[in-house]
C-alpha cells in the first residue's frame, strides 16, 4: 500500500518525475496482482477490502487525476496491464478521448497505438 500511495503521489505532483514515470508499468502489474488477493492488512493491521475493490478505486483515482500530455501514453500502455471490467473500460477509454483534444498532434500517434492495443482484448 505505501508503494502504490507513492505512485500516486507522483502521479498526482505538479514536478517531473526524474524517472520519466519508466515505473508506470510497475504499477500496472501491481494493480493485477492486487485484483487477485481476497484481502490485505496495512501496516496498521486495519483490514481493508478485497483486492478487486482496491483496484477498482485505485483505476477510478487515477482516471480522476489531471494527466500531463507528457504520461497520457505511458498511463494507456500502463492499463494493458490490467484487466479491466466493461465500466472501467469505458471510464479509462472516456478519460483518454477527452485527452486527445489536449495533445499536441506529435503526441496523437503513439496515444492512438497504445488504445489500439488497449482495445484488442475489450469487451465493449
Same mark, same amino acid.
Given at each position: 500500500?505505501?508503494?502504490?500511495?507513492?505512485?500516486?503521489?507522483?502521479?498526482?505532483?505538479?514536478?517531473?518525475?526524474?524517472?520519466?514515470?519508466?515505473?508506470?508499468?510497475?504499477?500496472?502489474?501491481?494493480?493485477?496482482?492486487?485484483?487477485?488477493?481476497?484481502?490485505?492488512?496495512?501496516?496498521?493491521?486495519?483490514?481493508?477490502?478485497?483486492?478487486?475493490?482496491?483496484?477498482?478505486?485505485?483505476?477510478?483515482?487515477?482516471?480522476? $487525476? #489531471?494527466? &500531463? !500530455?507528457?504520461?497520457?501514453?505511458?498511463?494507456?500502455?500502463?492499463?494493458?496491464? @490490467? %484487466? $479491466? #471490467?466493461? &465500466? !472501467?473500460?469505458?471510464?479509462?477509454?472516456?478519460?483518454?478521448?477527452?485527452?486527445? @483534444? %489536449? $495533445?499536441?498532434?506529435?503526441?496523437?500517434?503513439?496515444?492512438?497505438?497504445?488504445?489500439?492495443?488497449?482495445?484488442?482484448?475489450?469487451?465493449?
Amino acid at each position: 500500500s505505501q508503494l502504490v500511495g507513492m505512485w500516486m503521489e507522483e502521479l498526482e505532483g505538479e514536478e517531473r518525475d526524474k524517472t520519466g514515470f519508466r515505473w508506470l508499468p510497475l504499477l500496472g502489474r501491481l494493480l493485477a496482482v492486487v485484483e487477485g488477493r481476497e484481502k490485505f492488512v496495512p501496516h496498521n493491521n486495519q483490514i481493508v477490502p478485497s483486492g478487486m475493490d482496491i483496484k477498482e478505486n485505485l483505476v477510478r483515482d487515477i482516471c480522476n $487525476l #489531471s494527466w &500531463d !500530455q507528457d504520461t497520457v501514453t505511458s498511463i494507456c500502455s500502463m492499463f494493458k496491464e @490490467v %484487466k $479491466l #471490467s466493461s &465500466d !472501467q473500460q469505458l471510464e479509462v477509454f472516456d478519460k483518454f478521448c477527452s485527452s486527445l @483534444v %489536449k $495533445l499536441p498532434a506529435q503526441s496523437i500517434p503513439p496515444l492512438v497505438f497504445q488504445m489500439l492495443q488497449l482495445s484488442k482484448d475489450s469487451t465493449l
